[in-house]
């Protein structure tokens, strides 16, 4: 049995989740599941780079955007979901500091023995953002719903393979809670699940990252 984190779905979550067009993965992602890994590696076997389909005894299928759209109940119009990676700090808002920005839309900053370059790890984030305090005040519901989106992002959307960290390339989406609903979630999702299937199509590679 799966579940990614160990983070509550506060209700007061719930109208910057809408916002953002996640409330149904965050609904998902409140419930356990069972990931068969068996079923996974025989269709990581039949997958082909070359087409992105599974390649089975009765034809070809694949996971389309519909799917994605029907299952996560992500947006799939919008703007397109990018960003640079590389240089990350150079782009943010205003020229800051990648850190600066992070504690004061956070509010708190993680030890530097919880960071790995632009990664945080995500027992920090479950240390940190369990639980909202009763009686919180609304800037600090924010600060949790952040937190709450960015590791919903991190670990169920565009996870890595180490399962266990969370990138803080989303702090410009979270910034703005308001506009996040305006991009392609969906699209974004499916993109980055093909580009971890074809990745792990090559027989060095052991390990399977994506929305699984």
Known sequence: ???????????????????AGLYHLARLNDRWFRLDEPLVSAFVERWRPETHTFHMPFGECTITLQDVAY???LPVDGHYVSGCLTDFHVYIEGGRPAWQWFHELLGVLPPANQIQKFAVN????????????EGADEETVRRYA??????LLGTQLFADKSGNRIHIRWLPFVARLEEMGGYSWGSAALAWLYRCMCRVANRHVVKLAGPL
Do not use: H, K, S
């Open 1 to 19: 049995m799966r579940r990614q984190q160990g983070m509550r779905l506060d209700e007061r979550y719930v109208p910057y989740l809408q916002m």
């Open 146 to 151: 952040r937190a709450y989106i960015m590791m």
């Open 122 to 133: 995500c027992t920090w984030f479950q240390e940190n953002f369990a639980e909202c305090p």
């Open 71 to 73: 299952q996560l109940g």
